[in-house]
T-cell receptor
């Protein structure tokens, strides 16, 4: 079963920051937080992952609380192409460990 | 990012026939590949873990004799849906990880199977 809780849907205006929350209160010390997104009828796309520290890449920023029980994915300047379902997943790092998808958050970016 | 390719992108088959879906890692070697199924408006459901050179590990409730998985090389895994029925119609997606220590799973574009 998925170990994360996300709001089913959110929306934001184009050009504004989109902040997507995720609760993972039962996360273990060796589990990473991963974010993927799925645009309609495509395979999921990797966005970012982190363990303890905040992370940033060209797509997004990941803010993890100090107790690691929740995190927020930030898309700094959302565009219409960011409309997708965003999945927050916790998983033990390294290869061969399964990615178990929850229900995700459907983000709608409004013009 | 790395590229994972699935073939075909879509397929229509008759009830009772078998369909093979290929998943290839184009620019890296994948010791492990995963197969998912996704029904409309639902999340991805993991079906099985495919390990190169060994038998696949199936999730609970997934029939291993119906969904045959072969991972004969480090760049290719196949999923064969045998004796397909209309309820097998779904979006099938594979993912692959780079070697050992990989932290990113790369997904194929998916295969939409329709059984008529």
């Amino acid at each position: 079963d998925a170990k994360t809780t996300q709001p089913p849907s959110m929306d934001c205006a184009e050009g504004r920051a989109a902040n997507l929350p995720c609760n993972h209160s039962t996360i273990s010390g060796n589990e990473y937080v991963y974010w993927y997104r799925q645009i309609h009828s495509q395979g999921p796309q990797y966005i970012i992952h982190g363990l303890k520290n905040n992370e940033t890449n060209e797509m997004a920023s990941l803010i993890i609380t100090e107790d690691r029980k929740s995190s927020t994915l930030i898309l700094p300047h959302a565009t219409l192409r960011d409309t997708a379902v965003y999945y927050c997943i916790v998983r033990v790092g390294g290869s061969s460990y399964k990615l178990i998808f929850g229900s995700g958050t459907r983000l709608l970016v409004r013009p | 990012g790395a590229v994972v390719s699935q073939h075909p992108s879509w397929v229509i088959c008759k009830s009772g026939t078998s369909v093979k879906i290929e998943c290839r890692s184009l620019d890296f070697q994948a010791t492990t590949m995963f197969w998912y199924r996704q029904f409309p408006k639902q999340s991805l459901m993991l079906m099985a873990t495919s390990n190169e050179g060994s038998k696949a590990t199936y999730e609970q409730g997934v029939e291993k004799d119906k969904f045959l998985i072969n991972h004969a090389s480090l760049t290719l895994s196949t999923l064969t849906v045998t004796s397909a029925h209309p309820e097998d119609s779904s979006f099938y997606i594979c993912s692959a990880e780079r070697g050992t220590g990989g932290f990113e799973a790369f997904f194929g574009q998916g295969t939409r199977l329709t059984v008529v």
